[in-house]
């Protein structure tokens, strides 16, 4: 007698990463700006929960395309109640932190900044619970009950006693020194140094936004050639700062012969800079052919070896 079977697709259930109005009801779920709360937003205005299929009591039971039994609508009620606030709960910190930010790069001590409050946690109360953790253990070894693992000879930490070879005597030291080696180093995990914002106070040219192309790992940190470009770089604000002004008829001439001479000073050093660059890859090149030619001489005297 033949068994018939069935087979059966179990479906998982849709677990979505967030709720729809969690931007509002979840005090823990934080944006970084107007412009996300905005996107979350629109998000949950445009979710598909809204959507309803509202039945056709005239045509419920039609199978007609022309007399459909339902059709699709959009819910107007708010599912928002209007005692919510729906505006963006970082407008308090954002003004907070300009006001500070205002009083640093003004110098106006007489702002006054408004304390930063936070929330009172009561630890013995109500909070309590959030400050236990349950441990996380990957695996832990399924054995019987009847089953007892035979103990070690000899334990480490217990003192030797007659029984097991010692004298007797505890000779634990009172120190110990233990190594950990970890699977990474502290030069795998560090990033790139961090460059705030600025802003300028308004009739001030600082030197240091002059050095704004340097970054790390390229100019920074600063070697011999970047501290020559920055004493370059010194000298000619200060030889602009001696030209005559261009207004002044009388001085044009003048002017066009300090431009031109150190148009001149400039090219002479730009070709003095690509003749240190060929010398120094005329070396690398001597380099490069001097160990080639090494290699070569003990390739051969490995085979006149091996001939004789």
Partial sequence: QEMATLTATVQKPFVRPSRTYDYLYDPNHNVSSY???AKENFKAQASMDRIKMVPNYKTMFSCLRHYPRNYVTLDSTDPIPPHLDRQWRGYADQARENLVTYKTLHYAPFIRVPPKKFETVDVEGKDRPKFFRRPVIPFLPQLPPNVILAPTSVDPLVPPTTENGGSGEATVPATRSVLVQTDYRDSDVQTDPYSPEYVVRPGSQPEL????TLCYKQGLPAGLAEVEM????????AWEATLPPVNDASQLEKRRRMMEEQERKEWAFREHEIEELQQERLKLLKAALAKREANLQKLNERRLEHLW
Avoid: C, V
């Fill in 35 to 37: 412009r996300d709360h």
């Fill in 209 to 212: 936004l002059t050095l704004a």
């Fill in 230 to 237: 920055i004493e370059r770089a010194r000298e000619k604000r």
